[in-house]
């Protein structure tokens, strides 16, 4: 069974930084990308940030503020967000799979996902 969990969410003030931290793990585990979304009742999941293999993706609205990581030995996918807005808010989810270089930002792609992580910007 295959189990990926995110952690480090967290109420902060606008213009603050977090980090999150995602870990995957179980039997024979191996994937080609992780990945973060999020979403806000209501509304559809948005692609946050992709790492597959070399190559990071990120979506328009966190482009520059936030960055992907791995740290391949624990299976672990670090998401720094900076320069933080209240429309940051949401909950976040990290999911991994194997998605190919086209479909790498889309929830579909991917096979495993974690229990979500809220994350609260104050203005």
């Known amino acids: 069974q295959v189990q990926v969990a995110e952690s480090g969410g967290g109420s902060v003030q606008a213009g603050d930084s977090l980090r999150l931290s995602c870990a995957a793990s179980g039997r024979s585990y191996n994937y080609d990308a992780m990945a973060w979304f999020r979403q806000t009742p209501g509304q559809e999941r948005e692609f946050v940030a992709g790492?597959?293999?070399?190559?990071?993706y990120y979506g328009d609205s966190v482009e520059g503020r936030f960055t992907i990581s791995e740290n391949n030995d624990k299976n672990t996918v670090y998401l720094q967000m900076n320069s933080l807005k209240p429309e940051d808010t949401a909950v976040y989810y990290c999911a991994s799979g194997f998605p190919s270089s086209l479909t790498v930002k889309r929830q579909r792609a991917y096979d495993y996902w974690g229990r979500g992580t809220q994350v609260t910007v104050s203005s």
């Open positions: 790492i597959r293999g070399s190559r990071t």
